[in-house]
């Protein structure tokens, strides 16, 4: 089976027709929403790869670009106050969207075997460093120093592959945010991402009246997601939020290491 993007849909599997696939875009994006309440993330993370499994890397980038701005955008509502708290948000915001542009001239040339090896090993490499050292924090002087070079990495991982997570939620994380500042904080990066992704996917021909047609009919489910893993989230003891996160960044991985190397295999 292979990724590359220049193909629209991988030739291992077949997902034929509007309702099948707009079902399992639904039931992903709903499953990835209620995560996303309870933690701040899940949703691109659980979507894009299963999605890609069956149409193809671009097109399921292009599907997800619009529920996931629009879920994004409501946390960051929701959780405003605590973007007074980060000041090292704004610099890597802005070296993020300039990766993004460069990524998504990536998602339209290359493949992302190697891309996806590497950034798994990335993430799996904290977590073990993680595992060894519980206690670890970086502080928020080395997070605002750090934060122009881990904006553009992240923003170029987004541009090129829909996820952003192995290196903007490994970052946020390590500075041990509360609850209120991680949502707003990975809030606002999947917001000025997908934001962006929006134009250049059409600009890229990615985002077709059918992706479109997708993204929409995902919004109200996103919704629904949204609400109760909120709720859930508001009694969410912090250890109990911390091994979320990192359970989450360990599937990732694990999901980012096997298709790059299926890619290999096959």
């Not at 500042?181 to 990615?206: C, D, H, K, N, R």
Request: glycine share 12%; hydrophobic share 55%.
């Amino acid at each position: 089976m292979s990724h590359n993007f220049r193909k629209g849909r991988p030739s291992g599997f077949r997902l034929e027709g509007l309702p099948m696939i707009l079902a399992l875009v639904v039931g992903l994006l709903l499953a990835g929403s209620i995560i996303k309440g309870v933690i701040g993330l899940g949703m691109p993370m659980i979507a894009i790869p299963v999605l890609t499994l069956f149409i193809g890397l671009p097109q399921a980038v292009a599907i997800v670009a619009l529920p996931v701005a629009a879920a994004n955008g409501w946390q960051c509502w929701q959780f405003r106050k605590s973007g007074r708290t980060l000041p090292f948000l704004s610099p890597f915001l802005i070296t993020g969207s300039l990766g993004l542009l460069a990524g998504t001239v990536f998602l339209a040339t290359a493949p992302s075997t190697l891309l996806e090896i590497g950034l798994a090993s990335v993430v799996m490499i904290y977590l073990v460093l993680r595992a060894m050292h519980p206690d670890f924090i970086m502080s928020r002087g080395t997070g605002r120093r750090l934060a122009p070079a881990i904006g553009l990495g992240s923003g170029l991982l987004h541009g090129a592959t829909g996820i952003s997570a192995p290196i903007g939620i490994t970052y946020f994380h390590s500075m041990k945010l509360e609850r209120p500042e991680f949502i707003f904080a990975t809030g606002a990066m999947f917001l000025l991402y997908a934001s962006m992704q929006v134009p250049l996917l059409g600009w890229a021909g990615f985002l077709s009246g059918t992706n479109l047609i997708y993204g929409l009919f995902a919004i109200p489910t996103s919704a629904v997601g949204l609400y109760i893993g909120n709720r859930i989230g508001r009694h969410m003891n912090p250890v109990l939020f911390d091994r979320l996160v990192l359970l989450v960044l360990c599937l990732t991985a694990g999901l980012l290491m096997w298709r790059g190397l299926s890619d290999i295999v096959t």
